[in-house]
């Protein structure tokens, strides 16, 4: 016999109120936790946190409690704010064995189905696996391999700008959307509309709304999956229905054509090609098992590309068709261009030097004042400026004598790290590269780099250095042969960029006006040249 807690209301309500109790009960510890708001009865801080810029008010929390590290309680659950990098140091990356797992993740894992996804996935052997097909596959000597498609796509990216340069954004998605595919699956992207860019952004647009664990409330109340969705505040369950297809979509389309590929013999040379022949060759007895790690972590790898370039709509939900206001990292950095033009002259002026006005850039540049363009990027506006939250596998007193709990939910607060002037030095609101800069123009290899963009300790990034390489060719493209500057109004005044981020576990700038043509007619010209060897 079935039973559904829709056929009986109260004893939904008693569940309620005991599970509310014995989670009460179970956190209630007289223990120094770190400092933090007082919380209502049962729900804790769930007020003191805003639905959206989060780590703006965890960084206020931690300036008037004086720390650097504070506790909230969301429902029951216990978060720990790390606002520094000697928090993060002290426990996501000296203690990483302690604090590398996930917490659960009931909307975006069990509800919206990104469990495939390595970044979501717990800690354990299940992680491992497909944690090691990143470490293979994007190591930094691996990652030289797929410098050829990052510099086609630079070259191409160019000529799309100047062809339609209002569209940067659109062009921006493209680019990524070439590299990747092409790198990973073998598969060219076509020039407007590709079907496989389409499927991964309504998926990461699905990531983005639900990786902030919090922004959705049965993440703290798991037991509200079960609740019928005719109640009131259930509409979670809907968008999560409306999602799932498509996340399921993401990893398996575009594996599915190398292996149909594969069979007829037409597969191009690309990470998953050359990994299932090894699988084939192995003669492993669980071919199955690995073939699902690989399609798992190489849907994660085209996700993590992606992120950083792809277009999303705020309100992509409302209206799919128009899914096509971009934001990323090379937003920010067109952002950055166009706010800051004396920044543009002087990096432009530096691609001069190095690279003269006959040829276009290339990764064997070595362009110091670029390389900090593209640290200052990553460090100005974070991508993800919470990282993804990790949580405690046991309890610990390992950072200034305070109790985290086995289980609490632990986020590094990128943002607040990366704005801290002691670390960076002063006016860490302003795009200023010199920060990364010796007196004789070279990097300062005493400064710490701007890795919190990219998460901390055994979950850091995996895909940090290709995206860091690819923001550079794109940007150091773009510089020896565009000027960009503010758009003008009708009546010939400069638009102001509004400087507006979106919030969620993904940020983007949100989309602004520039120009941006051509530097000289050489320039043109080699941009001209560069797309018809590129065909
Ligand atoms: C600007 C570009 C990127 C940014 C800002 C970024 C940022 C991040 C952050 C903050 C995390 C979470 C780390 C943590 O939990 O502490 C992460 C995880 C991850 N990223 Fe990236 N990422 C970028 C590009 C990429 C690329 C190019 C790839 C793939 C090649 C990638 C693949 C992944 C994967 C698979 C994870 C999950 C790692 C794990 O949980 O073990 N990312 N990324």
Redesign the pocket.
């Known amino acids: 016999m079935s039973f559904s807690l829709s056929q009986s209301p109260g004893l939904a309500l008693a569940s309620c109120v005991l599970y509310f109790t014995i989670r009460l009960f179970c956190t209630w510890r007289r223990k120094p936790l770190p400092p933090g708001p007082r919380g209502l009865p049962l729900i804790g801080n769930v007020f003191d946190v805003p639905k959206a810029r989060e780590w703006l008010a965890f960084a206020e929390m931690g300036r008037k409690y004086g720390s650097d590290i504070i506790s909230l309680n969301l429902a029951g659950d216990t978060v720990i704010v790390l606002n520094s990098l000697a928090a993060t140091d002290a426990l996501?990356d000296e203690r990483s064995a302690t604090f590398s797992d996930?917490p659960v993740f009931t909307m975006l894992n069990d509800l919206v189905g990104f469990h495939w996804h390595?970044?979501f996935?717990r800690y354990g052997p299940r992680?491992k696996a497909h944690?090691k097909v990143?470490i293979q596959q994007?190591q930094p000597s691996e990652v030289l391999l797929h410098r050829p498609a990052e510099l086609q796509a630079a070259r191409v990216l160019l000529g799309r700008l100047l062809d339609s340069p209002s569209k940067f954004e659109r062009h921006f998605r493209h680019m990524a959307g070439m590299v990747i595919l092409s790198t990973v699956y073998g598969i060219d992207i076509q020039p407007e509309d590709d079907p496989h860019v389409k499927i991964a952004e309504k998926a990461l647009h699905a990531m983005a709304s639900t990786g902030n664990r919090g922004s959705f409330l049965v993440d703290s109340l798991p037991f509200l999956q079960y609740v019928p969705d005719f109640f009131p505040g259930t509409g979670f369950q809907k968008l999560a229905r409306e999602w799932r297809k498509i996340v399921a979509a993401m990893p398996q389309v575009p594996f599915d054509y190398v292996k149909r590929s594969r069979a007829a013999g037409t597969a191009r040379s690309s990470i998953a090609s050359r990994v299932l022949d090894d699988i084939e060759e192995s003669r492993d007895s669980d071919q199955e098992g690995q073939e699902e790690v690989l399609r798992n972590?190489l849907g994660?790898?085209y996700g993590?590309?992606l992120?950083?370039c792809v277009t999303l709509l705020h309100d992509v939900v409302a209206d799919p068709a128009g899914a096509d206001t971009t934001v990323s990292?090379l937003g920010t950095f067109m952002l950055a261009m166009t706010i800051y033009p004396e920044v543009m002259r002087k990096a432009q002026a530096a691609v001069d030097a190095v690279v003269g006005s006959g040829r276009l850039p290339d990764f064997q540049d070595n362009i110091p004042y670029i390389d900090a363009v593209v640290r200052e990027v990553?460090r100005w506006h974070?991508?993800?400026p919470l990282?993804?939250p990790?949580a405690a596998t046991e309890d610990s007193y390992a950072y200034k004598g305070y109790y985290i709990p086995a289980g609490a939910v632990v986020v590094?607060n990128?943002w607040a790290i990366l704005q801290d002037e002691e670390t960076f030095g002063p006016n860490t609101d302003q795009f200023i590269p010199e920060r990364w800069l010796t007196e004789d123009g070279k990097i300062n290899s005493a400064m710490r780099e701007p890795s919190a963009?990219?998460?901390?300790?055994?979950?850091?990034?995996?895909?940090?250095d290709?995206?860091q390489w690819?923001?550079w060719i794109c940007a150091v493209s773009i510089l020896a042969t565009f000027d960009i500057t503010k758009a003008l109004d009708e009546n010939g005044v400069p638009i102001e960029p509004s400087g507006h981020y979106s919030s969620g576990l993904l940020c983007y700038p949100v989309p602004h006006e520039c120009d941006i043509f051509p530097r000289s007619e050489a320039a043109r010209a080699l941009i001209r040249d560069a797309q018809v060897n590129a065909c």
């Open positions: 996501l996930r390595t970044g996935m992680w944690r990143f994007f972590a994660a790898a993590g590309y992120q950083f990292a990553l974070p991508v993800t990282a993804i990790h590094g990128s963009a990219f998460g901390f300790g055994r979950r850091i990034c995996p895909g940090r290709m995206a690819s923001i």
